[in-house]
């Protein structure tokens, strides 16, 4: 329901937007990136697509392809075409904009290092481990310096980079770094945030390849218990979000019965 009066709100934002300004006016911009968001939360990534293409367009005309905005949006389209598996697609877009925030920011900036962070994800998802974990290593340090070890970046940038190192073989240092994440997450979040039951998962999975059944299992169990809560709180991005971070189960599990809470 959320989704809905938001993507209303938003198409009617839009609707004026379009009568009063001209087709080529930054704002429009801004309000298709806005519907681009909800809708791709709400697993509609054709119409994310569209959205976010749009708004490129628009940006590039306006601003040109060096602006942070124009950044912005090909940041957004490339996490709506990764999210439907056009790896192909979205990794130029990515480079592109990573190019353009090193040379308005420099390296030692946040949205610098978020670049690289979307960057390493999209050539990890190809198998690219090496490459995948130097972005991501960089990435963290500069978070690191400037966020602290307490933010929702660094602990996305850990729990990526634990996922490199698990799929390279490392199981001891992936553990580290997701046991990490994971306490940055319970510190960050209250019970039922999709960010804490994928850590839960991910700690649990490492564990399971190493043979630490018992506490692979009660992490298995914590994890499916925020899930069965994220059924009340936003269902459709968390299911995309679990099946996008391989916990089946997990995504399983939001596809069940849709009860009240007791």
């Keep these: 329901r959320k989704y809905g009066e938001a993507k209303e709100a938003g198409a009617l934002a839009l609707s004026i937007q379009r009568k009063q300004l001209a087709a080529g006016d930054a704002e429009i911009a801004t309000s298709l990136d806005l519907l681009g968001t909800i809708t791709?939360?709400?697993?509609?990534?054709?119409?994310?697509?569209g959205y976010y293409r749009e708004a490129l367009r628009i940006r590039r005309a306006a601003l040109g392809d060096?602006?942070?905005?124009?950044a912005e949006s090909m940041m957004n389209l490339g996490v709506t075409l990764?999210?439907?598996?056009?790896?192909?697609e979205s990794?130029?877009?990515?480079?592109?904009?990573?190019?353009?925030?090193?040379?308005?920011?420099g390296d030692e900036h946040v949205e610098t290092a978020w670049a690289k962070n979307s960057l390493a994800w999209c050539v990890h998802q190809q198998g690219r481990y090496a490459e995948a974990e130097s972005l991501y290593r960089q990435?963290?340090?500069?978070?690191r310096?400037?966020?602290?070890g307490r933010h929702q970046d660094v602990a996305g940038t850990l729990n990526n980079l634990a996922g490199v190192r698990y799929h390279r073989g490392d199981d001891g240092e992936a553990e580290r770094l997701w046991r990490e994440a994971l306490e940055v997450y319970r510190a960050l979040y209250p019970r039922g945030h999709v960010a804490v039951a994928r850590?839960?998962?991910n700690v649990g999975r490492v564990l399971l390849r190493i043979g630490n059944l018992n506490e692979?299992?009660?992490?298995?169990?914590?994890?499916?218990?925020?899930v069965k809560h994220l059924r009340y709180v936003g269902g459709g991005v968390a299911l995309a979000e679990l099946t996008r971070w391989e916990i089946p189960e997990a995504a399983a599990e939001l596809l069940g019965p849709q009860t009240s809470p007791g």
């Design 139 to 143: 990435a963290y340090a500069t978070q």
């Design 66 to 70: 060096s602006s942070e905005e124009t």
């Design 40 to 49: 791709h939360d709400d697993g509609e990534l054709d119409a994310s697509e």
């Design 145 to 148: 310096r400037l966020l602290g």
């Design 82 to 88: 990764q999210a439907k598996g056009q790896l192909v």
């Design 199 to 201: 850590a839960e998962f």
């Design 91 to 105: 990794e130029p877009l990515y480079r592109a904009a990573l190019n353009v925030r090193r040379t308005l920011h």
């Design 216 to 226: 692979a299992e009660a992490l298995r169990r914590s994890g499916l218990s925020h």
